[in-house]
């Protein structure tokens, strides 16, 4: 509370020297040329566009820094979140979109995963951060999973804050994988950086440009099923192993061939899969001149899935503004707000999950339109909104002072959520439920820089920056829901908010289960660092600095991380007169730096919760109301000691141009070791603790990346011009360690092994099945079995690793991993005259999923009895997402469970190449004759997306797994769309 | 350069106010998180003592509700519940119980039973920190610490009776590595317990709340009334009736028949009594729990209006399904007990019973539906125990409220019958059952009745008092052990086939354990 009241005056005070200094501008306006101007503000901007910047390395190529997004490929697409627009367009990024639905969560990885992502937690942890404009973006911290039954989503609206960039409004997403500049960020970056530079208020911009597209998602051909094809499917087992009991049981909505509901026309994708009309449209306006400039961005657009009814818009308003007072002082501000609200998914495992309730699911949903429609009718009394409010904002000043320049800056980000959701009582067997959500992200942030440059002479100088940095991260939900309100209009629960009432918060009707949290980090820094430049031939480069965090324990609080690279530019230095090669570098750089972590509870060592629940029901704390204390003894013991996670980043790069950089090519060759990594060990259980919170994980990640850019022909007035770009990483990822010297440890599903891969999968290698008796193995007149169930005709036969008879965990190998070896993308650019045609590729390959569809399926024996939330079937239970032929028969009502999922014959594998756009476009101001123009551009273009996917993987997308592997085949599928759209500027 | 000088001013000020903005920050790394309470100051106040006994008793249920464990272990084996599709009820029903399912793994991991013991010890060990509080008096302290060592001897007990020789410790272990407890014998723990127990008896009221005339308890126990807490805290007569239990499991039935008769002789002064059928079986009786229900000798409860529904650790969750007057959407239960196992358990030559018997008000007389319903069908629904949504809502929401009820009055006199026709003090038995089949109206039995005749008939009684209340596979393996006829079970007795498999995530991180002999 504090530190906004702080701000508040600060914040205020800050305000009246801007006004004061915009005030002083205006007195002293007609002093200056226009000309003079205009080189004022270029110059004082390219020091402090958003008071901070990382440390600089020398730019490369002269025109654009290879690892960054080719923008032009993108303004033409209809993608909405970084992660969207990341992906494929540069190199050592690995974007995986877990679902089609728009607006929903999506991960980033930059130069593969630190630690095995056991959990939603792991996962976050291991995200790349995004700075738009330098403030480091605050995203949803996982704490609010703890009170979760099933972690599919968070609750609330599961938006993703990082779908509020509009491309129009962005000057540059560049990828920082650099060792120094990583370090030069802070420990927020040491998992990678992704630096998003808005379109600048600068004098080159000025004028107005107004952008829109429209377009549709047609409803895409899927194959449909009926009762039919399921009961052709199971007859089989049926007739190979059933009796006349498991006949008794057979399921009742397959046993009547009559019932027209599930055996008659399956036509419910009509109502599921539909049209759909996508759009955006923004303008903006960049005005000023010499002194003082201001753009002003608004944008509108909808995004949306044929598929369910999916769709996110958005609205976004953003002003920033430059001004030089005096050619010493520069002040600039931007402020930005995103409006996001997402229709989610039908899905019955989404809603079930947040209701936290199974109901019975014997019959699932019809495959017939008719009763299908009578079931989303129902959704017409349901409330489901999620908004999203994102805010971002800064106010910096630039102050130079003979060598010295000064760099301040307060910035703030914060996000609201807003979830509200009603379920009326015909979903969900006659009670209905409610739910209300309301979070809030904020990070302030606070910076000062402050440089000194020592000119030796001409080609030898010395910068020195010192910098102090301050974070303080603020997360915050208030969640409540009820069963059983009163009936189905009243969809809120109403309280008496007048405190001198008896019945003051009481609520009517409902008995709500109410979790408020919050979370309140902080992180404070010190930096400093020293270029020693000569003449840019070659550039050294050292950094140190201080961190100090309060998720840290009392005499841990405080880290040092340094580092340094060395640039050599072997062109200037050797090559000068050569002609072979227009660039040629090589440069090297190592770092050290902290990194944090995302929970404050590890910052008192030993303590106490609330832990009275279990796996199904971990929200209960309480006997009889009295609320219970106990040890964390199914979240863990987290003990004293806890020093910071820290990653030593190696990097070496070789960059070369040739033909006047028409051809560029840039390889990277990478190291990074995440050490000191705190990890959930198990332990002994009869201490009652599910695991123990060691220190000392280990995990080596190594690759290259290369990215190629290439001219291959000038676009000239009467030529075709012809750019390819394409990316590569190839990443391996070790687990070097574990806590305690241990060398492998098993935590639920997964096993790790030192020296062995993080992302593997830990599974019994199928050999085929047991046809007859003689099949089954003796040894000492005991029968091979599966941890002493005799295996029988009709099981699966599993490979008896270690040759002792019997099957079990001892018997599993680890083996395919779910991150991809390699990932990239290739895109390329064809422009003749007015016209041009962009097409772009995205690939990952060597990765593999495990295929929970297909096990599910053939289990259906196990998977329709337990009546759990993975017994729901949703309506695409009726669309064939995968042939399921070729899967070996084996007695589904066996003990020994033969298709359970963890085995390799659902180890699939899930590489795939995707051709992600193709867009045409129609540049009217490049027409031969219109150099008189008023317009710097108008544009018309077509585009498609997600044209075609080349796999070998059966079903339906092997995109479509979760972010560990799992292909459950419940995702939505990716939106095929097609946008016609217009770009004007003047 | 001009503006500049004369600006001075200006730009030192612009520049010293950022500075100072971020200079205070440094102290600003001391947060302290809102969502633990850490250890710092913990045990050192009356609340602290309060919530960490609560915590006692909360995972406590957890270990019993999670999975469904208490039925699990408890009512299937060789039980007279049938699963109707569900193969891994099945399979612990026939006694297959290191089967490939995930629930049977699941229900063999003992983690949340050592949980709650590591709480008590813990507890023991550290909450003497509270007496700096004056209101956490001397009474207060003897009684929490009483109740801490009470509740361990139980869970010890428990865990005997599921998984026979098992770690044993008195620690917690803290400040230590984690380092592997090796096995430690049934007879030596359930000797501690049995010590335990009758060391804490006498410290334990025989209720809470109560104005006691010697000072010993606290009058108003952490604030709440006597009929707040009724018996859901351990009480006197609870710790006999464990320590009668114990005895019993060991056949030591001269123990169990003289701390039956402490509860026999004192069970009014603990406010229990004797439970009528119309109470066992309404949505808002026996079960129901919540205060003013004394009738729970031993019970857990899951308190609607306290948000503590669940769906799991009810027994509701695997007998309930929908019947004539109680619709429910789901169709099938996951367990039931088949009509010829009914027919068999209350047959018609005991009279009619409150249970299962004829309702002569209807002609043609109907059928009781005290515990269950649906019996003209294939399936009939065994709905003794149905809680649903704090038993007043129809079954349309299925989330259950009903207690985990150890052990009531009925329980320890049938067992106390049980001791007295294995001391072979057959009239007293006789006359005991005779009292309790009285109490559900049917006849008394034959005074002819002896010997392992006696002894069957009684274990017929608890079968049907007891249905559904987690006893069953216990009852099943005491009986075989007194009649002593069934050389295959006696085999099974011998070699650890009684007990449950160990869960292979044990075995796996504790490598001083290896798995029962019976199940390798």
Known sequence: MRIKRFLRLEGFLLFVCFMTALGRLHAQDSTATDSEQDSLITNANKESEFGYEPAKIPVRFKKTAINAVPMNLITNQPYISVAQMLKGNAAGVYVQEPSGEPGTLTNILIHGAGAPLLSNRELYDQQAVVYIDGIPQITRNPFVYDIQKYDFNPIGSATDVLAILNQNNIESIEVINDPVRLASLGPLASKGAIWVTTTPAVPRNIGIAVNSYFGVVPSPNVSVTNAAYENDFRRPFYNQFGNASRRLNYPAFLRDSTNADYYGPSNWTDLYYENTPIYSADASVTAGTGRATLRGFVSALKNANSADKTSINRYNAALSMNVVPYEWLSFSTKIDYNWLSRKRNRNITDRLAEIRYTPDLTNPLTPNKNLYGAYLSAFNGALDNNVNHVLNGYLATAIKFGNFNYQGRIALNYGEEFRDAFWPTVLNEGTNFVSNYFGANQRLDLSNILSYKLDVDANNSITIYGGQHYYKDDYKYNYAYAYNGPNDFIKINVVDYDASQADYLQSKGFIPYFFPSMMSTSLTSFDGNAVWDLGNKLKAHVLVRRDGSSTMQLGYKWFTGYGGSLDWDIKETLLKDQDKFSTLYINGGWSRLGKTYSDDRFSSGPQYRADLGWGNEPTLGSINGIAGLSRPYSTGWVGYEIPWQYVDNFNIGVGAGMAHDKLKVVLNAYNRDDKNGLFAMPVPVEYGYNSAYKTGLVVNNKGVDISIDATISAAASHKMGWVLNANLNYNQNKLKALPGGVNEVVIGRNKFVVGERIDQFWVFENQGTFSGTSDIPQKNGVTFNYQGVPFQIGDAKWRDVNSDNVINNDDKVLKGNYLPKMSGGLGSTLSYKALSLDFQFYFALGRKVLNQYASKRLDFINTEVANDINSIKEITYWEKKMDLTGYPMYNPWSDVVPYRLEQDIFLDDASYAKLRTVSLGFDFSKMPGQASNVFKRSMIYITGTNLATFTKFKGDDPELATYNGLYTGNALPMPRSVILGFRLSF | MKILYTDWKKFCGIGLLLILITASCNKKLDLQSTRIADEEGHWSSYENARSGIIGLYGLTRAALA???????????????????????????????????????????????????????????????????????????????????????????????????????????????????????????????????????????????????????????????????????????????????????????????????????????????????????????????????????????????????????????????????????????????????????????????????????????????????????????????????????????????????????????????????????????????????????????????????????????????????????????????????????????????????????????????????????
């Open chain 2, 66 to 520: 999670q999975n469904n464990t208490h039925w699990i272990c408890g009512e299937l084996r060789q039980g007279d519940f049938k699963s109707l599709q569900r193969s891994d009820l099945n399979a612990v029903i026939s006694g297959k119980l290191n089967a490939g399912y995930p629930l049977l793994q699941q229900v063999s991991n003992w983690r949340s039973f050592y949980a709650a013991i590591n709480a008590c010890n813990l507890f023991i060990e550290r909450v003497s920190g509270c007496l700096n509080d004056i209101r956490y008096t001397e009474a207060y302290y003897n009684l929490d610490v009483a109740q801490a060592r009470a509740l361990r001897a139980f869970l010890y007990f428990y865990m005997v009776r599921i998984w026979g020789d098992i770690p044993f410790s008195t620690s917690s272990g803290e400040g230590g590595n984690f380092d592997a407890m090796s096995i430690t014998g049934k007879d030596a723990i359930l000797t501690f317990a049995t010590s335990e127990l009758k060391e804490v008896a006498g410290k334990l009221p025989y209720l809470y709340s109560t104005i006691d005339p010697d000072q010993i308890f606290p009058s108003n126990y952490y604030n709440e009334s006597a009929d707040y807490w009724a018996n859901a805290p351990l009480t006197r007569l609870a710790a006999y009736a464990l320590l009668a239990h114990i005895a019993a499991w060991q056949g030591n039935y001269i123990d169990a028949s003289i701390y039956t008769e402490v509860v026999a002789n004192n069970y009014t002064k603990s406010n229990l009594d004797y439970v009528p059928v119309s109470t066992l079986v309404s949505p808002s009786g026996f079960f129901a729990g919540g205060t003013n229900n004394y009738r729970q000798l031993i019970g857990f409860n899951f308190t609607k209006e306290r948000g503590e529904t669940t769906v799991d650790g009810h027994i509701e969750n695997l007998t309930l399904a929908n019947t004539n007057s109680f619709y429910m959407s789901k169709k099938l239960p996951d367990i039931y007990v088949d009509k010829s196992t009914i027919g068999n358990l209350f047959p018609s030559t005991n009279g009619n019973d409150d249970r299962f018997g004829y309702d002569f008000q209807y002609t043609p007389a109907l059928l009781y539906t005290t515990y269950f319903e649906n019996y003209n069908a294939e399936i009939p629904v065994f709905k003794k125990i149905r809680v649903v949504d704090g038993g007043v809502n129809t079954g349309q929401f299925a989330v259950f409220n009903s207690s985990i009820v150890f052990t009531r009055l009925e329980e320890i006199l049938l067992l106390r019958a049980e001791a007295f026709a294995a001391l072979g003090r057959e009239a007293d038995a006789r006359n005991l059952l005779n009292t309790l089949r009285g109490k559900r109206s049917i006849d008394p039995v034959s005074p002819l009745l002896s010997g392992s005749q006696l002894i069957d008939e009684i274990f017929r009684e608890r079968r049907r008092e007891l249905m559904g209340e987690g006893w069953r596979w216990y009852d099943v393996v005491r009986e075989k052990k007194l009649l002593n006829n069934d050389p295959t079970f006696n085999a099974m007795v011998k070699n650890g086939g009684i007990y449950w498999p160990i869960a292979q995530e044990v075995l796996s991180r504790n490598n001083k354990i290896e798995q029962n002999n019976y199940w390798k």
